[in-house]
C-alpha cells in the first residue's frame, strides 16, 4: 500500500534529535530559539514565536487581540475544524464565507459579512496556494471598512482597524508577489504537525508582522510570557546565576515549543528551499503532466504569475461527479492499494456546527468543491514509480466509477 504523507525521517533528524536529548535540555530552550530565528529569516518578517501546534499559535493571536464574546471572526467554510475551533474557545462566534475555484476565501462574500463586530479575518492557504492577501489587506484598510470597525482593547485602539490573522498551516515556503509567506499580512501561524512539509511531530509558529506603532520584538516578549502560564522567566532565563525568581504576570496559556521539536525544524528549515519543496514540485508536475490529459481532472492552481504553492496537497477534483460518485471513486483507489483522502469536509457539515445552526447551502462553491475534490499522496520519499501507480490507480478508479 502506498500511504497518503508519511513524514521525513531521515539520519540527520535522529542524530538532531538524538543531541538534543544527551543535552539535557528537552524542553524550550537554544534549539527552539535558534529555529524562531531560522524561520524570521527564512520568510522575511520581523519575528517569530515557535508554539506548540499551529491551532495554539492562533488561539494565542485571538487572545492577545482581545477577541471574545460579542465579537465576530470571518474564516472560510472550506477549512480543517482548528480554524473554527479557536473562534468558539474565545467566545466568539465564527462567520463563515464561501471560496473561489482555488479552495481560498472568496474576497467578495468577506466584504459582504462584515460587521461593526468583525474583529478579525482568517483567511486559509489551502494546500499550501497563497490566498490574495493584496485584496484583503486593502479591504481591512479601507476607509469605510475602518469607520465601522468598533475596537474594544488597546490593542484593537492601536491597529484601528480588522486584524489579518493567516492560518497558513499548509504553506511555508509558498510566495505572493515575490515575498514568502509569513511576511504577507499582520500577523501568520504556520503548522508542523506530522503530515506537514516540515514537521516537529507536532507544533507550529506565530510570524509577527504588525505594524507600527507595534514594536513585534517586544510583543514577541509579551507573547512568550502568555504561552508560558504567564511567566516572567521561561526556563531557559531562569538558568542564569542567580536568576531564579520569577513573577506570574497573568493567567496564561501552555503552548510553549520543546527543543526535542524544534530539533528536528531545525534540520529540515535548512534544507527546505533547495530540498523538500523541489522534490514536492517534481511530484506536482508529474501528476499535473499525466492528469491533465483526462477531460473530468480539474488540476489544482499551483502556479501563477504572482503566486507559488509550498505543494502541500495535491487536490484533484472530478469533474461531472457527485459526492457519492467522488466516494466510490476513492474506495476503487485504496483497493488498488494507495491511500488517498479528502481536503476537507467543511466546517459547517460537521456535527457541532451544523447543530450552531450553520449550513453548507450558505456556501455552495465549497461544498462542490469538497464534493469534487480527492487529495494524492505527496512526500518525500515517494518515487517516480510510485507516483505513476497512483496515477493509474486514479485514472482506473473514475473510469470504472463513471461506467456504473
Sequence with gaps: MIPFSPPRMDQKIIDEVVDTLKSGWITTGPKTKKLEKLISSYCGHPSTLCVNSGSGGLELMLMWYGVGPGDEVILPAYTYTATANVIMHTGAKP????????????IEDVSAKITPNTKVIMPVDIGGFPCDYDEINALVR?????????????????????????????SLGARYNGERAGNLTDVTVFSFH????????????????????????????????????????????????????????????????????????????????????????????????????????IIPTYETDNKRSSYHVFMLRIKGTTEVRRDQIIAGIFKRE???????????????????????????????????????PVY?????????????????????????
Design 95 to 106: 462567520v463563515f464565507v464561501d471560496v473561489d475555484s482555488n479552495f481560498n476565501i472568496d
Design 142 to 170: 479601507n476607509n469605510e471598512v475602518r469607520k465601522i470597525f468598533q475596537p474594544k482593547t488597546e490593542e484593537q485602539k492601536i491597529l484601528g482597524r480588522i486584524l489579518v490573522l493567516s492560518d497558513a498551516a499548509h
Design 194 to 297: 506530522a503530515v506537514k512539509n516540515l514537521t516537529t511531530s507536532e507544533g507550529g509558529a506565530i510570524c509577527l508582522n504588525l505594524p507600527q506603532p507595534f514594536i513585534n520584538e517586544d510583543l514577541y516578549k509579551r507573547l512568550n510570557i502568555k504561552s508560558l502560564h504567564g511567566q516572567s522567566k521561561d526556563a531557559l532565563a531562569k538558568t542564569q546565576i542567580g536568576n531564579w525568581r520569577y513573577d506570574v504576570l497573568e493567567a496564561g496559556y501552555k503552548f510553549n515549543m520543546t527543543d526535542i521539536a524544534a530539533s528536528m525544524g531545525l534540520v529540515e528549515i535548512q534544507r527546505y528551499e533547495d530540498d523538500m519543496l523541489v522534490k514536492r514540485k517534481h511530484i506536482f508536475d508529474r501528476y499535473a503532466e499525466a492528469l491533465s490529459k483526462y477531460n473530468w481532472a
Design 338 to 376: 494507495v491511500s488517498v483522502n479528502v481536503h476537507f469536509i467543511p466546517v459547517p457539515m460537521m456535527s457541532f456546527y451544523s447543530n450552531l445552526g450553520y449550513s453548507i447551502g450558505d456556501t455552495p462553491k465549497a461544498f462542490m468543491n469538497y464534493a469534487h475534490e480527492i487529495s494524492l
Design 380 to 404: 518525500y520519499d515517494l518515487t517516480n514509480d510510485q507516483i505513476d501507480t497512483v496515477i493509474a490507480a486514479v485514472v482506473d478508479s473514475v473510469e470504472d466509477a463513471f461506467k456504473k
